[in-house]
């Protein structure tokens, strides 16, 4: 099987993300830029859940919340 991966920038996402049960593989940080992503595997229930954070985030702020 090939997977695929998703890399989150925003903690914010990669909070809610964990709290709705889908954990991420690893993280990494972003060596000329600092960031920290937490990459994750995609799935039916990672895209659920992306659909929703888009659909309910805050306005403002940037890279995802």
């Known amino acids: 099987d090939n997977f695929k991966f998703y890399r989150c ?7 809610f993300l964990v709290a709705n049960g889908v954990d991420y593989i690893y993280s990494y940080r972003n060596n000329s830029n600092g960031k920290i992503a937490w990459v994750f595997v995609e799935c039916e229930k990672l895209s659920v859940l992306l659909r929703e954070w888009t659909n309910n985030k805050p306005i403002g702020g940037g890279n995802n919340g």
């Open 9 to 15: 920038w925003s903690p914010k996402q990669k909070d």
